[in-house]
């Protein structure tokens, strides 16, 4: 296990390595000057220079990489052009509210998408079925950041402005870290938390309807009835754990989709995390910050395929390593 | 064994539209609504007037007779921008579902050929996968000049090895297929059995894909445009309304809602086209998801 | 000896796109206690459809037992009770065993565990105490070492062992049925009879009355007492074994004898036996209703009653009995 471990550690290494080189690359060829892009409609000839000089682009392509993938290793990604910080202190500094909000999202998810798969499969064809599924191909449809205002609309907007509207105000600003009180803290997150995470529940629902409806119909599973079990031990404990390996992949598969959606979701509802910094880096043109966000994304999802791999070793006693 | 074929008449069988809308419900359905977007996205700019008209008398203005889907802070026709974002949305939509599964099928097919590409090919894909796409087109638009062009090439890169593999893995599973092992060791030429053989067998999965791809890209234009990374804002395109109306967004709420209501309308009705040609055109996959 | 299992007028019925499909259509047997009753046939005649309907395990969404349908179990009428009283009933005073032991057990469980669950659902063992009862009904079925065994997930167990498992589990809550459908079936020879020796040796030890489920008369011959012979969903002959192997009377059951292969018959002067007979014909389509006999379309003996009117059953005596026009008891 150890050893599969440590082998599955090393085989990440070449996909970080294609991604180093792809936003290293990136800014090499990318058409026309990005140094005369990034310095502004009216820059001078100096201070194009002078970010020139700054990205690195003046030196020979083969040293630039070199050094640049020095520095890396030593957890240096270079400073920002704008305010002359190290990126590695600025993403440290906003890493806080997006892992908060991602795990949220991935806890509320997961929480109300499985079952409501389980749900659907056991009820195929059935009202509750048709309802979950409706929901979910609806959601699938749904751009998170309209889903976003709907919600600020519904929670916010509409009981602050009419005193008919019987449902509670929640807040749809800013971000309050644990250290403040764990409901300030949760409820700072409710709404972000069901913004990002539509896509993401109708993503899993489907997959585990999918799955449980394929288990459903093994011969084990007309053994267990035939033992007389009851019905929530057949359905989520011998079909789900059956089931379990695509739901898993799935769930991997769609953490990319959290991440996209975590830059939208903190612009609507003004986190200062990750995705706040991509944006504001983005609109400053500050390249070296959005090189260092991809690198940490990208990590963090190539991370997340790992722990998946080594799941699947605890859901299905047939795969040995 | 005659005698019971004998009593065994099998229905008639015609074409009838009826029919065909009952059985492949989401199809049709997805492919009327798509329709009727398509005649507004190529007509409609036609028959409303100028989507960057400023009017500051008529600012903020909710939906009524005369503006149908209200006005933004600049007094500019809601209705009108809406239609014309109509066009960016499909633009990039058909075009990204257009580019990636053509340099998909090409490298698909040529990885899963000629082992060696495949090798090198592959490693890059799972590195490009692992750069999530709007993060991916951010890094690219940060680097030039906004525009339509930069964003559908934006949206291309990161969606090419979402085709890639699919095509990938129907061409090795052929591939492993008696009857083109005999065809091998027959003789025939690789051209003419790509040609006559993978090809054909790739069309299905392709198809299906590259509607969810198309989905996916109009998505990522809206949210790029919503950033203020997407398309240049003199165009207007549903991500750019939306974008324009989050500071007055608690008093004139339809400049997000409306337009966002047709992007997810039109997300919708591809997917549910997706779903329906997967179930029709692709059951092994379709008992999968 | 009175009977434990009384089923009558059975009908159950599958929806299918081409229309309703009367998989068993009106079977009547009993069961004795402590007896073992061979259920023959065809396959798609119905036997196991109608061993699923005995625990009511035909699925909802396509499938029903038809009013007028009746199985009584201990005098209990099954067909009326709720389906929380089957899942009590179920795996514990009746349990059954599957044709397929590769899939009929979860892969991703442990013998143990499937095993003890049981158990636990139904005589209220705590986990521990389960787990021990488990070990001990590895033991039974002659699984060596089962102490490691009950730790061990399917996939780790030969198909032999894996069909012991299934043994060991329908066993575990004594029950008084046991319904094994085809359950040597996809073994290999030598072991199919060593699983229904452990059967028969279980079944003196516990006094369990079985229901077996077979296509293979040698099976039947081996290890039952009366036999029941299915056809396109309907009962065409019961007898006690001895009576329908040394006296088969429904033309069907003949050609059934005939099919096996025997080496008993002497080879003729050519030295070549002589050849097994295939049943000529295909089973009748069950999307529509039958009238008059079921076999008629294959029979050799068929007259236009037999295409017009069911036969009724003829006793033959001594608990023999055949639906057919033609046959001469």
């Known amino acids: 296990m150890t050893a599969y471990i440590v082998r599955r550690l090393f085989a990440t290494l070449p996909v970080m390595a294609v991604v180093a080189l792809f936003v290293f690359f990136l800014l090499r060829f990318a058409p026309g000057d990005p140094a005369a892009i990034i310095a502004g409609d009216d820059a001078t000839a100096e201070s194009i220079a002078a970010v020139r000089a700054k990205l690195g682009l003046d030196r020979p392509v083969v040293e630039q990489f070199l050094l640049w993938l020095w520095g890396l290793m030593q957890g240096d990604m270079g400073v920002s052009i704008f305010s002359n910080l190290p990126v590695t202190r600025l993403i440290a500094q906003r890493l806080e509210p997006t892992v908060a909000l991602t795990l949220s999202t991935l806890f509320v998810a997961l929480a109300l998408a499985i079952p409501a798969g389980v749900l659907a499969a056991w009820k195929a064809r059935k009202l509750v079925d048709r309802i979950v599924m409706g929901f979910a191909v609806l959601g699938f449809a749904m751009p998170v950041f309209v889903l976003a205002y709907i919600l600020v609309y519904i929670f916010a907007v509409l009981p602050m402005r009419t005193d008919w509207w019987p449902l509670p105000g929640l807040p749809v600003q800013g971000y309050r870290p644990i250290a403040e009180g764990l409901w300030p803290f949760v409820e700072s997150l409710i709404l972000p938390s069901v913004a990002l995470g539509i896509t993401y529940m109708a993503l899993i629902a489907r997959i585990t309807r999918a799955s449980m409806l394929e288990v459903l119909q093994q011969d084990y599973i007309r053994t267990a009835n035939a033992k007389g079990l009851a019905t929530d031990r057949v359905l989520l404990l011998h079909a789900l754990k059956n089931a379990a390996v695509p739901i898993v992949t799935v769930i991997g598969i769609g953490i990319a989709l959290l991440i996209s959606g975590v830059v939208i979701t903190e612009t609507v509802f003004n986190i200062p995390g990750l995705g706040r910094l991509t944006v504001d880096a983005v609109l400053k043109r500050d390249y070296p910050i959005v090189q260092g966000l991809i690198l940490v994304f990208a990590a963090a999802k190539v991370l997340v395929n790992l722990l998946i791999d080594i799941s699947y070793a605890f859901l299905d006693p047939r795969i040995r390593y | 064994m005659v005698a019971i074929a004998d009593d065994l008449p099998l229905p008639p069988r015609r074409f009838s539209l009826g029919t065909a809308i009952r059985r492949n419900p989401t199809i049709a359905f997805g492919g009327i609504l798509l329709l009727l977007l398509l005649t507004v996205a190529i007509f409609g700019p036609s028959f409303v007037g100028d989507p960057l008209k400023i009017a500051p008398v008529n600012r903020l203005r909710p939906p009524s007779e005369r503006w149908w889907f209200g006005t933004d802070q600049f007094g500019r026709d809601l209705f009108t921008r809406t239609v014309y974002g109509s066009r960016v949305s499909l633009i990039v939509g058909l075009s990204v579902a257009a580019f990636s599964s053509l340099l998909g099928l090409a490298l698909g097919l040529a990885c899963g050929y000629f082992r060696r590409v495949d090798g090198i090919v592959m490693r890059i894909m799972d590195g490009l996968m692992a750069i999530p796409s709007i993060l991916l087109a951010i890094a690219l638009i940060t680097l030039t000049r906004p525009s339509l062009f930069i964003v559908i090439v934006a949206i291309v890169i990161p969606e090419v090895p979402r085709i890639v593999r699919v095509v990938r893995a129907v061409v090795l599973s052929i591939r492993s297929q008696p009857y083109i092992e005999s065809a091998i060791a027959g003789g025939t030429r690789n051209a003419k059995l790509l040609w006559r053989h993978v090809l054909p067998n790739t069309l299905a999965p392709l198809i299906v894909q590259s509607t969810y791809v198309c989905a996916s890209a109009m998505l990522v234009e809206a949210g790029l445009s919503f950033l203020g990374a997407g398309v240049p804002p003199e165009v207007p395109s549903w991500g750019n309304i939306i974008a324009q109306g989050r500071t007055f967004f608690q008093i004139a709420p339809w400049s997000i809602l409306i337009p966002g209501g047709f992007l997810a309308l039109t997300v919708l009705a591809v997917n549910l086209l997706g779903d329906g040609l997967r179930d029709r055109l692709d059951p092994r996959l379709a008992r999968r998801l | ?329």
């Open chain 3, 1 to 329: 000896m009175s009977a434990i299992l009384e089923v009558r007028d059975l009908r159950t019925q599958f929806d299918t796109l081409d229309g309703v499909v009367r998989a068993v259509d009106g079977v009547s047997f009993d069961l004795a206690r402590g007896e073992t009753l061979g259920i023959v046939g065809e396959s798609g005649c119905g036997k196991s459809v109608t061993a699923l309907s005995i625990l009511r395990l035909i699925p909802p969404e396509t499938g029903r037992i038809a009013a007028g349908s009746s199985i009584r179990f201990e005098g209990e009428e099954l067909t009326g009770l709720s389906e929380q009283e089957m899942k009590r009933l179920r795996g514990h005073r009746i349990s059954m065993i599957f044709q397929e032991p590769m899939t009929s057990l979860n892969p991703v469980l442990t013998v143990g565990t499937q095993i003890a669950e049981n158990v636990t659902r139904h005589l209220g063992l705590p986990k521990k105490a389960a787990l021990a009862r488990a070990v001990e009904m590895l033991d039974l079925v002659r699984i060596a070492d089962p102490g490691r065994r009950v730790y061990e997930y399917p996939h780790q167990l030969s198909g032999g062992m894996r069909q012991r498992v299934m043994i060991a589990m329908a066993l575990s809550c004594d029950p008084q049925v046991l319904i094994a459908d085809e359950p040597t079936t996809a073994l290999d020879v030598t072991v199919q009879a060593q699983i229904l020796d452990l059967m028969l040796e279980l079944k003196e030890k516990t006094g369990t009355a079985i229901v077996l489920i077979t296509h293979d008369l040698g099976v039947v011959a081996e290890t039952t007492q009366r036999v029941v012979v299915m056809y396109a969903g309907r009962k065409v002959e019961e007898a006690p074994v001895e009576a329908l192997f040394d006296n088969p009377l429904h033309p069907y059951t003949r050609g059934l004898m005939r099919a096996i292969p025997r080496l008993d018959v002497e080879a003729d002067a050519a030295g070549t036996r002589p050849r097994l007979q295939e049943i000529p014909g295909l089973v009748p389509l069950l999307t529509r209703p039958i009238i008059g006999c079921a076999f008629a379309a294959r029979c050799e003996l068929a007259t236009d009653r037999c295409r017009t009117t069911p036969p009724p059953f003829v006793d033959a005596g001594g608990g023999h009995i055949v639906a057919c026009w033609e046959a001469k008891p």
